[in-house]
Nanobody, 123 residues
Framework: VQLQASGGGLVQAGGSLGLSCAVSGRTFSNYAMAWFRQAPGKEREFVASIRWSVIVTYYAESVKGRFTISRDNAKNTVYLHVNSLKPEDTAIYYC?????????????????WGQGTLVTVSS
């Protein structure tokens, strides 16, 4: 399984970005997908996840109401729309795949990872 994240960039506080993660190699529609992020000098943290049945999503408290995770199984792609960005959202954002389909907030349950895309929010 290969994951390719894209869509990061430099944005001012209050702005928006759309991140994408294209998945290849296996049956994408059965996987739970997630986004994690890692800020400079900090540990990787859970952002959001979505189960194979697209109506089931989970969010970290810090991003609820601002970020939206979605997926298009026909395109083997998961998205993260990030709105009302804050400087503390600056991080490398990683997409990850969980073949079990549970979509937990524990990074150890995701065996497949993309290379990350950098989001920088200026104040």
């Amino acid at each position: 399984v290969q994951l390719q994240a894209s869509g990061g960039g430099l944005v001012q506080a209050g702005g928006s970005l759309g991140l994408s993660c294209a998945v290849s190699g296996r049956t994408f529609s059965n996987y739970a997908m997630a986004w994690f992020r890692q800020a400079p000098g900090k540990e990787r943290e859970f952002v959001a996840s979505i189960r194979w049945s697209v109506i089931v999503t989970y969010y970290a408290e810090s991003v609820k109401g601002r970020f939206t995770i979605s997926r298009d199984n026909a395109k083997n792609t998961v998205y993260l729309h990030v709105n009302s960005l804050k400087p503390e959202d600056t991080a490398i954002y990683y997409c990850a795949a969980d073949p079990s389909g549970w979509g937990k907030d524990d990074s150890a349950t995701y065996p497949y990872w993309g290379q990350g895309t950098l989001v920088t929010v200026s104040s």
